[in-house]
RNA sequence: GCCGGUAUGGCGAAAUAGGCAGACGCAAGGGACUUAAAAUCCCUCGGAGUAAAAUCCGUACCGGUUCGAAUCCGUACCGGUUCGAGUCCGGUUACCGGCACCA
C-alpha cells in the first residue's frame, strides 16, 4: 500500500472530529481519567516543536486509557492573556482580542493536524469574559477570605514591560519574559497571601504523586525554617526583635545588624551620633537593584549606628549594632544576632570591622580563623546552663528558658513572599474591586460579574506606572457598591498567572453559567488523574494553582485538597546544534515543515522515540527518516496480510511480549523502548514474509497510540474491526504466553563468555550444565582444572568456576 | 556554597532485586536492483589485534566486594560516634537544572 500522509492524515482527523469520538462523555458509568497538558499560550510564533513532545506522550496515555474503557478527559484551551500579545497590539495597532483570536486560529489547526485526541468540544480560553468571569469570582472570594489585600512596598518593576513582577518571575535580576532590568519600585499592589499556606504546601506533597526533583525544589522555593523569635532591649529602651534558626548560640552574639530599611533608624534618629554616614548609606544600598542586593557579596559592606547599643538578654553584654544590605528587610524581623564563631556571612563582617569572635559551639577548627557551622557534632562551650548540650538540645532548652523570661519564643519562617498580583497593562482580568473614599477597598457584587475590559485608545503602558485602563476615564469613574458614593474602579488587571490557577477545574463543565464548575462535575472528574509539563514552572504556576485548590476546597467548592493525583515532566526538545532551540540561534525547527514532509504520525512516533521522555533531548533531521520508514514499513503489511485468523505459533510468544511492554513502557513514559519492541516486532514478521489477519489487527491496535492515522488507514482498508480503531479494545496478553519453549543461554568459565548454547527453558541446573560442558569451546577453558563451584541462573547463563 | 540530577559506540540511546554491554534507530562502509540516481532489499559496524581466528581492552576517575559489576560498596587518605564500624557521619572530576547574604 502506497503511503500518501497527507490525504490520510485529513481523512482520519476530520472523521474523528465528526464522530466526536474524543468527547468526554457525560454521566458515564465507566471509571474517570482525567490527563492534562499544561494549556499554551497562543503567541505569535506558532506551535514549536517542543509543544507536541508533550501533548503527544499525554494524547498515548489518553488513547490507551480510553482503548481500555476509561471515559477519558483530555482538554485543549488557551492561556491567552499576556505581554507579548498586548505588545504585538501595540505596535501594530490592531486590538489584542484580535490578535489572540488569530493567534488561537493557526495554534488550533496547527494542534488539530497532529492528531491529538483532544475534546475540543470543551475548548477554554482565559481571555473570554465567561470565563474570566469566574476568575474574579475566585479573586472576590480571596478578597473576602482576607487573602487578597493591597499594600505600599517596594515591588520588582520591569523597565521594559512598565509592570510589576512576582517574585517569581524575576530570574537573575531580569525579567522573566522580556530579561530587562528589574528594579525596586515602591508601589500600592494586590497581594494574594500565599504564605497562609506555606505549610501546607510543603506538607500535603506527601499526597501526590510527584517527581522528587518537582517536590524538592518546591520545597526549597517554600524555604521553610525553625527558630526563634529572641528580643534585645537597646541602651534607648527600644525592642530589637531578631529570627534565628541559631538560638542555641545566643551566647555567642557579639554584635547586631538591622537592614538599611529597618524602622529603628528613623525613630532613633535623633538619639544616633553619625546620622549623615547612615543616611549615605541607606541612599546607595537603595540604588542597588534587587540582583545587586541578594548577589553572594565576596565583601561585607556596613555602617556601625553611634549612640545606641543592644542589650543581648541571656547575659546583659553590651554589643554593637550595625546596618548592612546583607540583611534585609523582608526576610524574619529585617533584623539579626551576629554570631561570627558560627555563620560565615558574620565571620566575614567580623574579620572585616574586627569584631569580637566568640567560640559557643566546640568540635570544629579555630573559630578565629573560620566559622564553626556544623549543628549536628557540636557541642556548646562558653554558655552557662547550655554548657555540653548538643545543638540541637542546646536549641530546645534556650527556647523554653526565652519563652519563660518573655524575652522570646520559637518561630517558624519561610523564604516563600506573599504573591504580587497587580500587573499595569491592559490585556488582563480586571480586578473586580471599586476604591471608596468613605469605604476603601469595596467588591464588586457577584452579579456584576464578570467585569469586562472596555475598550481603550490606546494599550501603551504608562510611565507613571499606572495601567492603560487609569485613562478611561468613563470606565474608572462609578459609584461605590456599599454607599453609592463616587469612587473609582481599581485599574491593575491580574498576572497572567491568574487564569491558569483553576483552568483544569472549568474543564469539568466548560459551559457552566451559574458556577466554575457544577459540583456533581467536580466530583466526578476531581481530582485531575496526570498532569505533564515543563520544570520551568514548578514555582510558578504549579505552585499557584496547588494555592488556589486549596483555597477552593477551604471555602467547600472543590472536593479534593490537592488538583493533581500525579505529576510528570518533560525534557526540552533542543536544536539540532544542542543548544536550546532560540531564533537567534538560528537552530528552530518548524513542525509545519515536519508535517508536511514527513506526516504528522512521523513527527509524534520521531518526538517519542527520541529518547528519555524526561530528558532532553537535540532534535535530529536524519533520526526522523528512520521513524517515517517504521511507518512505511507498517503500511506495508497490508501487502502481505494472510486471512488465518490466529497468531502464527512461531509469533505467538513475541506478539504477548510486545503487548505487555507496549503497555507497561507507555504507563512508565518509556515511549523509546516500546517503539522500539514495535520496531523489532515488524523485523520478525518481515523475516517470515507474512502476516496473519489477527497479528495485523494487534500490531495496528498498538500502533494507533503512535501513529493514529496510519493505524486507521490500515484498520479501515483491511477491515480489521468495527468502528474506529482508536477507540477498540486494547489488546490483552497471557502471561503464560510471554515465554518462549527454548532460550539461548550463555556459558561462563570464570565469570567469562565461552560459548552460548540453547536449552530448554524449564532445565534445572543439573541439566543445564551437563550441557554446558558437552561444548568443545567450554572443555578447552576446563583442561586441566579442577571445578570449583557450578552456577546457574534460570534463562540467562551458566558459570562454570575451575581452578 | 546548598539541594536535585546526569556521565555507556561516530550519534540518539537500551540493559540496573548483580547475570550475554551496546536492543531499537541514525550515520558510515560493502553488495544486489537500476543506463544512472533516489527509493528498496541483503551484509558489516565499540576499540586494538589477525589472512581468518585466538586473544586483550572497554559503561567519568581511582579503589574494593563477587564465580560474575554499567548496576553494589568507598574499606583510597584522615577523623568522629560506638564496647564493637566494611556497615552510621564527613571525599574526587566534568556537565545540566534549581536555590542562593533567607540569619
Known amino acids: 500500500m502506497k503511503y500518501e500522509h497527507k490525504s490520510i492524515e485529513q481523512k482520519w482527523q476530520k472523521a474523528w472530529e465528526d464522530n466526536g469520538i474524543f468527547h468526554a462523555e457525560e454521566n458515564s458509568k465507566k471509571p474517570k481519567f482525567y490527563t492534562l497538558i499544561e494549556f499554551p499560550y497562543p503567541s505569535g510564533q506558532g506551535l514549536h516543536v517542543g509543544h507536541p513532545r508533550s501533548y503527544t506522550a499525554l494524547d498515548i496515555i489518553a488513547r490507551k486509557k480510553r482503548m481500555q474503557g476509561y471515559n477519558v478527559l483530555y482538554p485543549i484551551g488557551w492561556d491567552a492573556f499576556g505581554l507579548p500579545t498586548e505588545n504585538f497590539a501595540i505596535k501594530n495597532h490592531v486590538h489584542p482580542k484580535e490578535v489572540t483570536k488569530k493567534n488561537v486560529a493557526r495554534f488550533k489547526s496547527q494542534l488539530q493536524s497532529l492528531g491529538l485526541s ?186 556601625k549606628i553611634d549612640g545606641v547599643e543592644a542589650i543581648n538578654p541571656v547575659n546583659n553584654r553590651q554589643i554593637p549594632i550595625f546596618i548592612s544590605d546583607y540583611v534585609l528587610v523582608s526576610y524574619g524581623t529585617g533584623a539579626i544576632m551576629a554570631v561570627p564563631a558560627h555563620d560565615t556571612r558574620d565571620w566575614d563582617f567580623a574579620k572585616k570591622f574586627d569584631l569580637p569572635i566568640i567560640e559557643v559551639v566546640k568540635g570544629g577548627e579555630d573559630v578565629q580563623k573560620a566559622a564553626f557551622t556544623d549543628c549536628a557534632t557540636g557541642i556548646l562551650v562558653n554558655s552557662d546552663y547550655l554548657d555540653g548540650l548538643s545543638v540541637d538540645d542546646a536549641k530546645k532548652k534556650i527556647i523554653e528558658k526565652l519563652e519563660e523570661t518573655g524575652k522570646g519564643h520559637a518561630k517558624v519562617n519561610f523564604k516563600l513572599r506573599d504573591w504580587v498580583f497587580s500587573r499595569q497593562r491592559y490585556w488582563g482580568e480586571p480586578i473586580p474591586i471599586v476604591h471608596c473614599p468613605c469605604c476603601g477597598a469595596v467588591p464588586l457584587d457577584e452579579s456584576e460579574l464578570p467585569l469586562e475590559l472596555p475598550n481603550v485608545e490606546s494599550y501603551e503602558p504608562t510611565d507613571n506606572g499606572e495601567s492603560p485602563l487609569a485613562t478611561m476615564t468613563d470606565w474608572v469613574n462609578t459609584k461605590c457598591p456599599k454607599c453609592g458614593a463616587d469612587a473609582k474602579r481599581e485599574t491593575d488587571t491580574m498576572p497572567q498567572w491568574a487564569g491558569s490557577s483553576w483552568y483544569f477545574l472549568r474543564y469539568m463543565d466548560p459551559h457552566n453559567d451559574n458556577a466554575l464548575a457544577s459540583p456533581e462535575a467536580l466530583k466526578y472528574w476531581s481530582p485531575v488523574d496526570w498532569y505533564n509539563g515543563g520544570m520551568e514552572h514548578t514555582t510558578l504556576h504549579l505552585l499557584y494553582s496547588r494555592f488556589w485548590h486549596k483555597f477552593l476546597y477551604d471555602i467547600k467548592v472543590v472536593p479534593t485538597p490537592e488538583p493533581y493525583a500525579k505529576r510528570t515532566s518533560h525534557g526540552m526538545i533542543l536544536g539540532e546544534d544542542g543548544g536550546k532551540m532560540s531564533k537567534s540561534r538560528g537552530n528552530v525547527v518548524n513542525p509545519d515543515e515536519i508535517v508536511d514532509t514527513y506526516g504528522a504520525d512521523t513527527m509524534r512516533t520521531f518526538e517519542m522515540f527520541i529518547g528519555d521522555f524526561e530528558n532532553a533531548a537535540p532534535w535530529s533531521s536524519s533520526s526522523i527518516k528512520g521513524c517515517r520508514r517504521f511507518i512505511e514499513r507498517f503500511m506495508g503489511l497490508t501487502d502481505i496480510m494472510t486471512e488465518d485468523n490466529n497468531i502464527r505459533p512461531a509469533l505467538e510468544s513475541a506478539f504477548h511480549k510486545t503487548i505487555k511492554k507496549v503497555g507497561e513502557d507507555v504507563e512508565n513514559l518509556k515511549f523509546n523502548t516500546a517503539i522500539a519492541a514495535l520496531m523489532s516486532l515488524i523485523n520478525d514478521i518481515y523475516a517470515t514474509n507474512s502476516i496473519t489477519r489477527k497479528e495485523l489487527e494487534i500490531f495496528t491496535k498498538l500502533m494507533s497510540l503512535f501513529a493514529p492515522h496510519a493505524a486507521e488507514e490500515v484498520w479501515s482498508v483491511k477491515n480489521l474491526g468495527k468502528g474506529f480503531v482508536s477507540v477498540s479494545e486494547f489488546p490483552t496478553y497471557d502471561e503464560s504466553k510471554c515465554v518462549e519453549n527454548t532460550v539461548e543461554i550463555a556459558v561462563q568459565v570464570n565469570g567469562k563468555i565461552r560459548d552460548k548454547i540453547v536449552v530448554p527453558v524449564d532445565i534445572d541446573q543439573q541439566g543445564a550444565v551437563s550441557l554446558a560442558k558437552q561444548s568443545e569451546k567450554v572443555n578447552s577453558f576446563l583442561d586441566g582444572k579442577n571445578i570449583v563451584k557450578e552456577i546457574y541462573v534460570k534463562g540467562k547463563l551458566v558459570n562454570i568456576v575451575a581452578k
Request: aromatic share 10%; net charge neutral.
Open 118 to 303: 483532544f475534546d475540543w468540544s470543551r475548548e477554554i480560553n482565559t481571555t473570554d469574559p465567561k470565563y474570566y468571569k469566574w476568575t474574579q469570582w475566585i479573586f472576590l472570594q480571596l478578597f473576602k477570605n482576607g487573602l487578597a489585600y493591597k499594600k505600599e512596598m517596594a515591588v520588582n518593576w520591569c523597565t521594559s514591560c512598565k509592570c510589576v513582577l512576582a517574585n517569581e518571575e524575576v530570574v537573575n535580576g531580569g525579567c522573566e519574559r522580556c530579561g530587562s532590568e528589574v528594579v525596586r519600585k515602591v508601589k500600592s499592589q494586590w497581594m494574594l497571601k500565599i504564605t497562609a499556606y506555606a505549610d501546607r504546601l510543603i506538607k500535603d506533597l506527601d499526597l501526590v504523586d510527584y517527581p522528587e526533583r518537582v517536590k524538592a525544589q518546591q520545597k526549597n522555593w517554600i524555604g521553610r525554617s525553625t527558630g526563634a523569635e529572641v528580643d534585645f532591649t537597646t541602651t534607648t529602651g527600644d525592642t530589637l526583635t531578631v529570627y534565628t534558626t541559631r538560638p542555641d548560640t545566643l551566647f555567642g552574639a557579639t554584635y547586631m545588624v538591622i537592614s538599611p530599611e529597618h524602622p529603628l533608624i528613623e525613630k532613633l534618629s535623633s538619639v544616633i551620633k553619625n546620622m549623615d554616614e547612615i543616611r549615605a548609606y541607606q541612599e546607595a544600598a537603595s540604588k542597588k537593584s534587587d540582583f545587586e542586593r541578594t548577589e553572594v557579596a565576596k565583601d561585607k559592606t556596613g555602617v
